[in-house]
């Protein structure tokens, strides 16, 4: 990435409004912000350099979600084994990332968005028996932590694994900013370790925590207004789309 005095308005313009638009989808669904700014700002930069972009944006906006519930202490409780699994498979995955190898790290960004987009417009909901959670809880969290450090996206397959939890909407909205929070600490202590974080970078992070809050106050309100069940269909056929895109982009 170029040094910030460096960098192009229009470039910073962009940037701003991708991170607007996912502050929307955020704010209408209660989640979606990292990985509706890595598939956009992965269509027109390297991955690592987009994943960097989101560090600071998806800390703010998630732990604003993780500390707005009544139940952190026993989520953390009940959670920590997948929580410290998220960790350990990031920092793994990292390396993946942050190796150069833009052409592996852009097909695997856009088929973990056509994964997570398919399997949410298609699949049931699923249950997960209780005897069977402090099994499954450290292979999905092992599981969500090297796709997290490979794509900087936290979603998969942690997202419709919590779903399945049963937990009440409440919960489920603090047990995913949990989960995305532990991804972004994770995802940065990754990148930092592979040399990839530059100083710069961290800076127009931080300036776009600026629209991905004004996008989730915008989609809060805009929620009142539509079905956010028809909102987040035409959202996930989007990030279908996207996904398929840098899929078939990467291949050619």
């Given amino acids: 990435m170029l040094p910030l005095a460096e960098v192009p308005l229009d470039f910073v313009a962009v940037v701003a409004l991708i991170f607007f638009m996912a502050g929307i989808v955020k704010g209408v669904t209660g989640m979606g912000l990292p990985t509706v700014s890595m598939g956009l700002l992965g269509a027109f930069m390297p991955a690592v350099a987009a994943t960097s972009l989101l560090l600071v944006p998806s800390f703010v906006t ?119 929070t532990v991804s972004t600490i994770a995802l940065a202590l990754g990148l930092a370790r592979g040399g990839a974080l530059q100083a710069d970078g961290l800076v127009l992070s931080v300036l776009a925590v600026v629209p991905a809050l004004l996008g989730m106050w915008a989609g809060q309100r805009l929620r009142d207004r539509i079905s956010p069940a028809t909102f987040r269909r035409w959202f996930l056929i989007c990030l279908l789309l996207l996904g398929l895109e840098l899929a078939l982009r990467s291949a050619w």
């Fill in 62 to 180: 998630n732990i604003w979600q993780l500390l707005a519930g009544p139940s952190l202490l026993h989520l953390v409780k009940r959670l920590w084994p997948m929580m410290l699994c998220i960790v350990a498979g990031t920092m793994a995955g990292a390396s993946l990332l942050t190796d150069g190898n833009q052409q592996w790290t852009t097909a695997a960004l856009g088929l973990t968005l056509v994964v997570y987009a398919g399997f949410s417009l298609l699949a049931r909901q699923l249950s997960v028996p209780a005897r069977l959670e402090r099994f499954l809880s450290p292979a999905i969290g092992l599981a969500t932590g090297i796709v997290t450090g490979a794509t900087g996206i936290f979603v998969i397959p942690a997202v419709p694994y919590l779903q399945a939890l049963g937990l009440s909407k409440d919960d489920l909205v603090q047990a995913l900013g949990l989960s995305f």
